[in-house]
T-cell receptor, first 115, second 115 residues
Framework: AQSVTQLGSHVSVSEGALVLLRCNYS??????LFWYVQYPNQGLQLLLK??????LVKGINGFEAEFKKSETSFHLTKPSAHMSDAAEYFC?????????????FGRGTSLIVHP | KAGVTQTPRYLIKTRGQQVTLSCSPI?????VSWYQQTPGQGLQFLFE???????NKGNFPGRFSGRQFSNSRSEMNVSTLELGDSALYLC??????????????FGNGTRLTVT
């Protein structure tokens, strides 16, 4: 079984400040990890993904995430927030289990950016 | 390349009725999955189709069903609608059905309201 926990349903930052959105996962096998962003009235859009290899993953719009196996974490960061970053962010995990998979999403974190 | 297209965008139905939602995946994508998104439960996996076969199913009652056609287009049907079925229904396609690291490409969803 696998699960995802996103700490904080809302995160508020000032424009130009560091963005940190937390994600912890649970998986009995090596997982594939994803961050998605959802803007109002739209579907989800892939920000970045971790499969294997380099643990620091760079995505679109200046976001990056680091896979830390020892901490079972995959936190999303951006050095400087922009007003356009205000959206809902979802962490997701996929892992093979008996030959089938079901993607599991966190509950989401709403990023609020103040001018 | 055109993205994932879902129709209709909005639907209002009455309890007890049934509804069919449609999803056209990105050209060349053979895997289509469906999700229900609500404020209370977040994003929940409904089912996934690959080459016209249902490969995975989430924990939803039998009132929720789907199918996939030979051109990879997919439909989802909900019978005997309940108030709790009000949600945003998202469809996603991916390019490689056998690879768990393939990201999901989401449509903008169908907002279903049951009155």
């Amino acid at each position: 079984a696998q699960s995802v926990t996103q700490l904080g349903s809302h995160v508020s930052v000032s424009e130009g400040a560091l963005v940190l959105l937390r994600c912890n996962y649970s998986s009995s096998v090596p997982p594939y990890l994803f961050w998605y962003v959802q803007y109002p009235n739209q579907g989800l859009q892939l920000l970045l993904k971790y499969t294997t290899g380099a643990t620091l993953v760079k995505g679109i719009n200046g976001f990056e995430a680091e896979f830390k196996k020892s901490e079972t974490s995959f936190h999303l960061t951006k050095p400087s927030a922009h007003m356009s970053d205000a959206a809902e962010y979802f962490c997701a995990v996929r892992a093979t289990s008996g030959g089938s998979y079901i993607p599991t999403f966190g509950r989401g974190t709403s990023l609020i950016v103040h001018p | 390349k055109a993205g994932v297209t879902q129709t209709p965008r909005y639907l209002i139905k009455t309890r007890g009725q049934q509804v069919t939602l449609s999803c056209s995946p990105i050209s060349g994508h053979r895997s289509v999955s469906w999700y229900q998104q609500t404020p209370g439960q977040g994003l929940q996996f409904l089912f996934e189709y690959f080459s016209e076969t249902q490969r995975n199913k989430g924990n939803f009652p039998g009132r929720f069903s789907g199918r996939q056609f030979s051109n990879s287009r997919s439909e989802m049907n909900v019978s005997t609608l309940e108030l709790g079925d009000s949600a945003l229904y998202l469809c996603a396609s991916s390019s490689t059905g056998d690879s768990y690291n393939s990201p999901l490409h989401f449509g903008n969803g169908t907002r279903l309201t049951v009155t």
